[in-house]
């Protein structure tokens, strides 16, 4: 009873945390937006600036939605990827879902420079060749993962496939032009401005369909955790299992990087935090507390690259990864001490 109270303490907290993270986000930027103004959008009233409504309703919501959907996503499909794996430095890319995405973007950008191919290369036609993308890997992974009964061999096969299509990626990168290799470069640095509020059904659509299935098998991933042999003991089909949380992390990963371009070290190392502060193996906690963790994060990253009041914007893959890094090398060294 004890546990159960502190685990919905922790989980009224980090709610708590993460509106009040998502408010900041909408008072803050470029321009500072009054507070009654907020409190205008949401509850009816007179705006202070009229262009603060065009301001908060066009850019900033579409933003906060972005951060909440694209951090749930990466931090529950890296959830997934380390106990499938039962590998701590595990994320959401290693199955080549990241690749596979960016060489969808880089044809769309630099494929008529590169190769002369012509493509639909507006902001719908990237985020749509991305999901294109992602998915004829996730097919070929998900196609392997029948065949294919040791998971240490998967892995490598994943990152096999990952390897080479990002030589194909770099391959446009080499033979683009100059302004259709600076759009893709931009693209890598990651960003959750470019959602318009028309596309945000779509992406909310997918990730909840990930969530959705990733919380279906909760169970599994704790039994999983242990051990294929133990799995199997328990009556547990690991193969169809396996090739579902590969489906609900592809359609996680693959999603937030088609909207937002690829966002490194939030699915490494939220899992390790919402682990950390949970002192939880149970996934029916870990897969909630990630999602909201993850969120949170994100919104948090989202903010700093802001640099509030200025007019500047900094890469937010640039700084997830110098948020994420001290939380991957933590867990490295206390694995090393653990092994030793």
């Known amino acids: 009873m004890q546990g159960r109270t502190r685990n919905t303490i922790l989980f009224i907290s980090l709610m708590v945390v993460l509106l009040l993270l998502a408010l900041l986000s909408l008072l803050l930027g470029s321009v500072a937006i009054p507070l009654a103004d907020i409190k205008a959008y949401f509850f009816g009233g007179n705006f202070t600036d009229e262009v603060n409504l065009s ?10 939605v972005s951060a909440l959907l694209a951090g749930s996503a990466l931090a529950v499909s890296g959830l997934q990827m380390q106990t499938v794996f039962r590998n701590p430095l595990a994320g959401p890319y290693v199955l080549g879902i990241s690749s596979g995405a960016s060489l969808g973007v880089a044809l769309v950008l630099m494929g008529s420079s590169a190769f002369g191919l012509s493509f ?73 401005g470019g959602v318009g509020r028309q596309q945000l ?17 909760v169970r599994p991933l704790n039994v999983l955790g242990i051990g294929d042999t133990y799995a199997r003991s328990l009556g547990f089909n690991v193969k169809q299992t396996r090739f579902l949380i590969f489906l609900s992390t592809s359609l996680l990963a693959g999603t937030a ?65 110098l948020m994420g890094i001290p939380v991957v090398i933590y867990i490295v060294l206390k694995n090393k001490r653990v092994v030793s």
């Not at 919402?274 to 949170?296: E, Q, W, Y």
């Open 120 to 192: 639909w290369g507006s902001q719908v036609g990237t985020v749509v060749a991305a999901l294109v993308g992602s998915l004829l890997v996730l097919m070929l992974i998900l196609a392997v993962s029948i065949r294919v009964r040791d998971i240490m061999t998967l892995l490598i096969l994943g990152m096999m496939f990952g390897t080479a299509v990002s030589a194909v990626t770099s391959l446009l990168q080499y033979f683009g032009s100059e302004t259709s290799l600076k759009n893709f470069v931009i693209w890598t640095m990651g960003s959750l």
């Open 55 to 64: 301001i908060i309703q066009n850019f900033r919501m579409p933003k906060v």
């Open 257 to 321: 990087t088609a909207f937002n371009g690829p966002i490194a070290f939030v699915g490494i190392a939220v899992p390790h935090l919402a682990r950390m502060v949970f002192r939880t193996s149970n996934h029916a906690i870990l897969v909630p507390a990630s999602a909201l963790a993850g969120a949170a994060t994100l919104l948090l990253c989202d903010i700093i690259a802001q640099l509030p009041g200025s007019a500047a914007v900094l890469p937010l893959n640039s700084v997830a990864s």
């Open 201 to 217: 059904w779509l992406y909310a659509a997918l990730v909840l369909l990930g969530l959705a299935l990733a919380w279906a098998y």
